[in-house]
């Protein structure tokens, strides 16, 4: 059983000698308090709940919810990263909330490509058929002229030295959306860096709408939809019908600024087919 952080908050004012309205009190725990003498109800009418003896309190907390200091076990629960150690310092319990303990994204790339990691300078070169994966994604910066690729599909980020003719006139440095509990930290990462970012997905309307929903709102100017040249021939020959007609659109197409995503959507439109971007791996 977990202390409510809303009591908690309640109660640490107790514990610092301030005086609650029982009406601001009505919860089973503090009657179960009250009850038991830890806590005090003054007055009859516009009665209040005090705290006389503090150690009681300490020692209810620290037996019940193994809460060693109500305060730090408050900030726990408002601190955006916290390790397992500091919870079991604060409660015994590294169980105590929700802790994100493999932060990061993977990257992959083609060429090596330089970065900082912690203020030291890195060479990103993974073998063929490996990844790396940056973990302390805060302190990572690219060179300034790489182009980050956000690549939807698990396949085509295994395979990027097969899509290289895709990609031959920039830098790039791909980064995957999946695990999709980590595109947080990547929009979050994108959004520190000057790099530009460009979005590598499905060409049909569900793979646009992640990139407007997801990436888009978040990045604002600073990003694009990726848009083969030969789009047209690629969706008229090897579109999917099927994927056309079960897909709805997920997004407001008079808001879209970028022509090649505006003519994209015409040309999904006009052969009503979609193309999964793993039929550019060659």
């Known amino acids: 059983m977990k202390l409510p952080i809303t009591i908690a908050e309640k109660l640490l004012l107790l514990e610092n000698g301030v005086a609650i309205p029982s009406s601001k009190l009505k919860y089973e725990m503090i009657s179960e308090m009250i009850s038991e003498g830890i806590l ?47 919870l079991v310092a604060i409660s015994s319990d590294s169980k105590l909330t929700k802790v994100r303990t ?30 790396q994966f940056i973990f302390d994604f ?3 910066v690219p060179e300034l ?41 990547l929009i979050k990462w994108i959004k520190s860096i000057p790099n530009n970012y460009l979005h590598f997905g499905d060409f049909d309307f569900a793979g646009i709408g992640i ?22 021939i690629l969706i008229s020959e090897n579109g999917n019908k099927r994927r056309y007609d079960i897909q709805k659109i997920n997004f ?21 087919k979609g193309l999964d971007q793993e039929m550019l791996i060659k």
């Open 252 to 272: 407001d197409i008079h808001s879209i600024e970028e022509e090649k995503l505006i003519a994209l959507i015409s040309t999904i439109n006009k052969y009503k």
């Open 138 to 140: 805060e302190y990572f």
């Open 211 to 232: 990139y407007l929903n997801e990436f888009k709102k978040h990045l604002s100017g600073k990003t694009q939809f990726f848009v083969p040249e030969n789009i047209e």
């Open 102 to 131: 493999f932060k990061g994204f993977l990257v992959n790339n083609y060429t090596p490509i330089q970065a900082k990691l912690n203020e030291d300078t890195i060479t990103l070169n993974p073998k063929p058929g490996t990844f």
């Open 145 to 185: 002229d790489v182009v980050i690729i956000g690549v939807e599909n698990p396949e085509n980020f295994r395979y990027i030295e097969k899509q290289k003719y895709l990609f031959n006139k920039m830098k790039p440095l791909f980064v995957s959306r999946y695990p999709q509990n980590q595109s947080k930290d």
């Open 40 to 86: 005090y109800k003054l007055g009859k009418h516009k009665s209040t709940v005090q705290l006389i003896k503090p150690e009681q309190l300490k020692l209810y907390l620290e037996n019940r919810f193994s809460i060693k200091d109500l305060s730090i076990y408050i900030e726990a629960h408002k601190k955006e990263n916290i390790t397992r150690s500091e």
